[in-house]
T-cell receptor, first 110, second 110 residues
Framework: RKEVEQDPGPFNVPEGATVAFNCTYS??????FFWYRQDCRKEPKLLMS???SGNEDGRFTAQLNRASQYISLLIRDSKLSDSATYLC???????????FGTGTSLTVIP | DADVTQTPRNRITKTGKRIMLECSQT?????MYWYRQDPGLGLRLIYY???????NKGEISDGYSVSRQAQAKFSLSLESAIPNQTALYFC?????????FGQGTRLTVV
């Protein structure tokens, strides 16, 4: 079973739409959770951390549900510049191993 | 200049050839990683190193070897390249909960 599972999409949404991505993780002992953004042919970069209490950064909201081992990312008022692949990342183990989901592709359409 | 630099950025090589991908970082991080990214499979860990004397196999180490020449340098070798090693390779560093990636090396084995 994969450590982290994501719906690969693609999600094609009009500008201004709200879109949500989900991710599940298999190891209940996982300690830290993140969303990374990867533009086409570029390296992944940290978008935001995910906490049980929720984390909001402008139009982006990330949420963790430990009981369900579920992570979400909500993007409100989508912009063309939000088009990218969003990677769910979980840190697990004593060695702080990073486990990446396969990514969810988002295209925002004019 | 990028904090994590990979060379070469693109490489085409023939089956059976030995090839080395290099990574250097100026972030002063002890932890360095090599990942490969394939469509639909996401980022998969090849090898990681938590300091100069520490080398660990990741999820898909067969066919690869690494060398940690210094804190700042971590190289990945394909001893005898095969076509299914065609992929986008990323080096990353970490000092804690965030991973910083190089710009990637696109490797094609023909």
């Amino acid at each position: 079973r994969k450590e982290v599972e994501q719906d690969p999409g693609p999600f094609n949404v009009p500008e201004g739409a709200t879109v949500a991505f989900n991710c599940t993780y298999s190891n209940s002992a996982s300690q830290s959770f993140f969303w990374y953004r990867q533009d086409c042919r570029k390296e992944p970069k940290l978008l935001m951390s995910v906490y049980s209490s929720g984390n909001e950064d402008g139009r982006f909201t990330a949420q963790l549900n430990r009981a369900s081992q579920y992570i979400s990312l909500l993007i409100r008022d989508s912009k063309l510049s939000d088009s990218a692949t969003y990677l769910c990342v979980v840190i697990t183990g004593t060695g702080n191993q990073f486990y990446f989901g396969t990514g969810t592709s988002l295209t925002v359409i004019p | 200049d990028a904090d994590v630099t990979q060379t070469p950025r693109n490489r085409i090589t023939k089956t059976g050839k030995r090839i080395m991908l290099e990574c250097s970082q100026t972030k002063g991080h002890d932890r360095m990683y090599w990942y490969r990214q394939d469509p639909g499979l996401g980022l998969r860990l090849i090898y990681y190193s938590f300091d100069v004397k520490d080398i660990n196999k990741g999820e898909i180490s067969d066919g690869y070897s690494v060398s940690r020449q210094a804190q700042a340098k971590f190289s990945l070798s394909l001893e005898s390249a095969i076509p299914n090693q065609t992929a986008l390779y990323f080096c990353a560093t970490s000092a804690g909960l965030e991973a910083f990636f190089g710009q990637g090396t696109r490797l094609t084995v023909v």
